[in-house]
């Protein structure tokens, strides 16, 4: 029998020590973390890919707003100049991961109709420094226009609300497809396949 003032035996080991609290906290967190990323995975492996989500737009079924600026090498350009040919309009930062991931797509799109001529590539600088833009060019390959030089009015005039973000423009100079997220050079020829078909 213990006296007054004296604790029990075991009586301490049985009260959680302020480590033992953290820690036990510091397993929770960690457990509703991985929760949250695994109903994440799960999110984003049952969703339509990016290609898939392409988008409705206001501008779509009229003719492509302009595209008037300078390159980032200095040389100006207009869209209009491209009527008669397949257009991409392709809005991108150097600092967006789903634009660095999608440009060899873009790439491999203008290697394949280079020969022919039948469809181009513009990319339009979306918050970036067009030194940036060089070097990434340079590093990763492409030889289309990069506008520079006003880029925010057409990234407002296409309704841009994030990169990357492409419009495909017809040979008519007609908007007829938006994409949110990244392309690939097989998705955007099945479309123009798809809209040229005969019917």
């Known amino acids: 029998m213990s006296t007054i003032g004296e604790t029990e035996p075991g009586l301490a080991a049985q009260r959680p020590s302020a480590s033992g609290i953290r820690r036990r906290r510091t397993v929770l967190v960690a457990v509703a973390v991985a929760m949250a990323a695994a109903l994440l995975v799960v999110v984003l492996a049952t969703r339509d890919s990016a290609f898939e989500r392409n988008a409705s737009s206001p501008i779509l079924g009229g003719l492509a707003p302009p595209v008037v600026g300078e390159t980032t090498e200095g040389e100006s350009f207009n869209l209009d100049r491209w009527r008669g ?106 479309v123009i396949t798809e809209l040229t078909a005969p019917t």
């Open 85 to 190: 040919r397949w257009v991409i309009v392709n809005f991108f930062s150097t600092t967006c991961v789903p634009c660095i991931i999608e440009h060899p797509e873009l790439v491999a799109f203008a290697e394949r109709h280079a020969a022919a001529g039948d469809a181009r590539i513009v990319s339009i600088v979306f918050d970036d420094a067009a030194e940036n833009v060089r070097e990434f060019f340079a590093v990763n390959g492409g030889d289309w226009p990069v506008v520079a030089t006003g880029a925010g009015e057409a990234a407002i005039a296409y309704g841009v609300t994030g990169v990357p973000e492409s419009y495909l423009v017809a040979p008519s100079g007609v908007v007829v497809w938006k994409q949110l997220g990244g392309v690939t050079a097989d998705g955007i020829d099945d």
